[in-house]
């Protein structure tokens, strides 16, 4: 039998994003930029029993090569919500 790890699940998608080369190719297709550098930044506010608002959060800090060969540091903020109604704020 063959297991498939689902990222939808906070552990296996936080897992995935620890690896540099999986959340540099991530950021890259959802930012279309190229990214040089990625830093994962601890910050979580998991709720387990979802009795109340709970989120999944994940800071980054990525260096991205724009188009005119310049070098940008940004800050990313990936949120995950149980419903998509709990989003509390985009930047």
């Known amino acids: 039998m063959i297991y498939v790890a689902n990222p939808l699940y906070d552990a296996v998608f936080k ?4 690896d540099e080369r999986i959340a540099k ?8 930029k190229t990214v040089i ?3 994962m930044r601890r910050h ?3 709720n ?3 009795d109340a608002i709970s989120m999944f ?9 724009e188009d005119d060969g310049s070098k940008n540091l940004i800050l ?4 995950k ?3 998509e109604t709990e989003t509390l704020r985009f930047r």
């Open 15 to 18: 897992y995935m994003m620890e």
């Open 25 to 32: 190719t991530l950021l890259s297709a959802l930012l279309q």
């Open 37 to 39: 550098a990625v830093e």
């Open 44 to 46: 979580e506010y998991p």
């Open 48 to 50: 387990i029993s979802r």
């Open 57 to 65: 959060r994940v800071d980054f800090a990525a260096t991205v090569l």
């Open 76 to 79: 990313i903020e990936l949120q």
């Open 81 to 83: 919500t149980w419903l």
